[in-house]
């Protein structure tokens, strides 16, 4: 009998000891089940965070008829000196980022970056002997392309161009002097309508050419004779359609004058006759290469349109970069 009872107290023993166990296992299971699914969103957000902090910068790729056309790339670097090694790789033949169809890159295939450095708002680019192994007709433009490419970062200013660690003063197949800091006043896809040397003016005009199906702006430096102020002859050149027969054109109606204009705190208000309308409406496309000539020749930020005295559009620098 008493055997009998140790037996059945052994086996109610056992039997709490295995529920007991089984309980506290199906609460650890049950416990770490969320902790899992939380891990996984925080991952997820992670990625997303990743994802995000992608944005685009201008690039000044080849075109048609050798013009460098501005394009917005994705982008991924953090910091100043990863955008410019970025921007540069773009410009590199034999890069493995894709580009738009018809746009190339100019930067002969082996060169290579030896280094990048800023000094203040200066990127000092240190490449390798193979960047002017570029072809005489393109050297000028490429040296064109690199500055007003990594000079649209905010925070860059002027480029210092160095070879082997020596600062470049002269192209060496067309002999052109190059300043010791590079900025936008170098000019970009240059074009020379003079016949004397008095009253040169130097004026940005952006011109659109389609490429692919896809507009692109280009920006033409002018060396014009022509002392009027600036946004006369951009307006002038714009409402002219073509630019020779370079495949360059504008949208703006020939019709289209520009009746007064005022630079005031930082606005450019230009005032046109109804001739600005195309359908009651302005094509994006004229706005655009207006607004983008005036920033690149005014220090202004917001350009205001009008038509007879009334405002019809206002554009602002951040918001068409």
């Known amino acids: 009998m008493i055997k009998w009872v140790i037996v059945m107290l052994r086996r109610k023993a056992i039997r709490k000891i295995f529920i007991t166990t089984f309980t506290m296992f199906t609460l650890i299971v049950l416990y770490l089940i969320p902790i899992k699914i939380k891990d996984d969103n925080l991952n997820i957000n992670y990625d997303l965070e990743y994802v995000n902090k992608s944005y685009t910068n201008e690039v000044y790729l080849l075109g048609n ?21 970025e921007i540069l790789n773009y410009l590199t033949i034999g890069n493995k980022k894709e580009l738009p169809n018809g746009l190339r890159p100019i930067i002969p295939q082996s060169t290579s970056i030896e280094d990048v450095t800023l000094e203040g708002k200066n990127a000092v680019v240190n490449f390798s002997e193979e960047l002017f192994t570029v072809n005489e007709s393109l050297e000028e433009r490429m040296i064109e392309a690199i500055t007003y490419s990594i000079t649209s970062l905010s925070d860059v200013d002027g480029v210092k161009l160095k070879v082997k660690n020596i600062p470049v003063s002269i192209l060496p197949k067309t002999k052109k002097q190059l300043p010791e800091t590079l900025t936008k006043n170098f000019g970009i896809n240059k ?54 027969d370079t495949n360059l054109m504008s949208f703006l109606n020939q019709n289209a004058k520009l009746v007064s204009y005022q630079e005031e705190d930082g606005i450019m208000v230009l ?20 607004s983008y000539s005036v920033f690149d020749n005014y220090n202004v930020d917001t350009v205001l349109l009008e038509v007879n005295g009334k405002e019809v559009e206002k554009i602002t620098k951040n918001a068409i970069k």
């Open 65 to 85: 008829n050798n013009f460098l056309v501005k394009t917005d790339l994705l982008m991924s670097g953090e910091t100043t000196i990863d955008k410019i090694k």
């Open 271 to 290: 005032n046109f006759n109804e001739h600005l309308f195309n359908n009651d409406n302005i094509l994006e496309e004229v706005s655009y290469s207006i």
């Open 191 to 244: 074009v020379y309508d003079i016949d004397k040397r008095n009253d040169i003016n130097k004026v940005v005009v952006y011109y659109l050419n389609r490429i692919s199906n896809n507009n692109y702006y280009v920006p033409v430096t002018k060396y014009v004779n022509d002392s009027r102020d600036k946004i006369k002859i951009i307006i002038d050149s714009l409402s002219t359609n073509y630019l020779y």
